[in-house]
């Protein structure tokens, strides 16, 4: 049974930083592509950064330059670096495989940025 688990959300002001953890279970984890989604009110789910297995990236174009994914095998946990936030990012922050998520999600962790 898949389990994911996201922390590390809070709230900070616009240009500050933050570092988002998700670790899973019940899952080969090394193998999976993992992605770092995010859910505004009232908008739908979208993907805003992806990492293979051999660790290549990929971001939305809303958050390239400022967000950085990464991963640790050994802790069966993946990263998200996120560099100046904006109002704009405040959303609920989710990780799932990427491409074809698992139906089951985690609780995902609220990332708010306001002054």
């Known amino acids: 049974q898949v389990q994911l688990v996201e922390s590390g959300g809070g709230l900070v002001q616009p240009g500050g930083s933050l570092r988002l953890s998700c670790t899973a279970s019940?899952?080969?984890?090394?193998?999976?592509?993992m992605g770092w989604y995010r859910q505004a009110p009232g908008k739908q789910r979208e993907l805003v950064a992806t990492?293979?297995?051999?660790?290549?990236?990929l971001y939305a174009d809303s958050v390239k330059g400022r967000f950085t994914i990464s991963r640790d095998n050994a802790k069966k946990t993946v990263y998200l670096q996120m560099y100046s936030l904006r109002p704009e990012d405040t959303a609920v922050y989710y990780c799932n495989r990427a491409g074809n998520s698992f139906p089951s999600w985690g609780q995902g962790t609220q990332v708010t940025i306001s002054s």
């Open positions: 019940g899952v080969n984890f090394s193998i999976l592509p």
């Open positions: 990492i293979t297995s051999g660790r290549s990236t």
